[in-house]
């Protein structure tokens, strides 16, 4: 477990473009960043309707407190019930990237 803090810049979601934000969200050691997902839920389930399973490659991009840019490679796996989203991470990998 790291003791510096890290910075959240942005994401990239499946073939969409990046999305780097102007200004880091700040995430401490010892504290947590929750991604809302409301907006992912509805698309989901305009493009999937009520019952589907899918993989979506997620890129989620940092950087630590001296600096160095990371990419962190996470596969969600989706899966829609009765119309009830369920969305399960599986970071794969972590690596020093220039993004």
Known sequence: ???GNIY???DKLGDADRAIEMQPRLITPAGLYYIMADKF???LLARLGQEAEVNAPLEVYLTSQRGT???VHVL???QIRNGTVAIHPQTT???KADW
Do not use: D, H, R
């Open 1 to 3: 477990k790291g003791q």
């Open 8 to 10: 959240l810049w942005g």
């Open 41 to 43: 839920e509805s698309l």
């Open 69 to 71: 840019k990371y990419v």
């Open 76 to 78: 969600l796996l989706v």
């Open 93 to 95: 990998a972590i690596e």
